[in-house]
């Protein structure tokens, strides 16, 4: 599980669904959601929380998709196991764990230090907790 801290900084809504805009350092997050609390309010600052499993990777990415959160990022550390592997990833403050298959990790070649991008889908990202409004 990743989990950093964010700022709202824009909702969006339109009968019972919401886009919740963040900004952690320099990178921007949206989230899709069907309920918000009260105290979810522009400003607040929050615990986003994303599985690890739910961070796919990509290497040298040209094109458009569909996701809403892309974010660059360099490879700290790999864990490779024989069926799935642990990367650490960084970009500044914003530290994530993705959990890819093994088959995955050789066929992109990826390695220690190299930069890809972060993708999560606005539907697999969470509040964990307010930290304060």
């Known amino acids: 599980m990743s989990n950093f801290n964010a700022k709202?900084?824009?909702i969006q809504n339109?009968?019972?669904?919401?886009?919740?805009t963040f900004q952690t350092g320099e990178t921007i997050l949206k989230m899709i959601s069907l309920e918000?609390?009260?105290k979810i309010k522009i400003n607040a600052d929050v615990l986003l929380s994303c599985k690890a499993t739910n961070i796919a990777l990509a290497k040298e990415l040209d094109g458009q998709l569909s996701y809403?959160?892309?974010?660059?990022?360099?490879?700290?550390?790999m864990e490779v196991g024989k069926?799935?592997?642990s990367l650490n990833l960084s970009q500044g403050n914003l530290k994530l764990e993705s959990i890819?298959?093994?088959a995955s990790l050789q066929r992109m070649q990826l390695k220690v230090g190299e930069s890809v991008t972060?993708?999560?889908k606005s539907s697999d990202l969470s509040i964990m907790e307010i930290l304060s409004v």
């Open 83 to 85: 069926l799935l592997s």
């Open 100 to 102: 890819i298959t093994t």
């Open 118 to 120: 972060a993708l999560i």
């Open 8 to 10: 709202i900084i824009d």
């Open 36 to 38: 918000l609390g009260e």
């Open 14 to 20: 339109e009968m019972s669904l919401n886009i919740v």
């Open 68 to 77: 809403s959160n892309q974010i660059p990022m360099r490879i700290e550390s």
